[in-house]
């Protein structure tokens, strides 16, 4: 069982950035980010394999958003850049069981984290 806790959100103007971070209990495989807007389903965001040389991204973040993860602190992070207000959002970081693909639905994910807000003003 690997337990995920999130931290760094917060709330920033339009434009601005923030960085999540994602602290595993132990050794991970696929990281990944989805996050959930109120009154919408949950979304990818992004994604790392367990590496680090191999990653993928929601067409509406690329370019803005970059994942990245340090194994030794067995922690994943995510650099917001230019954000805007349609990033407004709950954080889930979550992780797969060993996999190869980096996965990008929900499904493929056996763990998550509780959620940090996020919030982006106009």
């Known amino acids: 069982q690997v337990q995920l806790v999130e931290s760094g959100g917060g709330l920033v103007q339009a434009g601005g950035s923030l960085r999540l971070s994602c602290a595993a209990s132990g050794r991970t495989y696929t990281m990944g980010w989805f996050r959930q807007a109120p009154v919408k389903e949950r979304e990818f965001v992004a994604a790392?394999?367990?590496?680090?040389?191999?990653?993928r991204y929601a067409d509406s973040v690329k370019g803005r958003l970059i994942i990245s993860r340090d194994n030794a602190k067995n922690t994943v992070y995510l650099q917001m850049n230019s954000l805007k207000p349609e990033d407004t959002a709950v954080y889930y970081c979550a992780a797969t069981r060993p996999r190869l693909n980096v996965a990008n639905t929900a499904d493929e994910y056996a763990y998550w984290g509780q959620g940090t807000q996020v919030t982006v003003s106009s």
């Open positions: 790392i394999n367990w590496s680090g040389g191999s990653t």
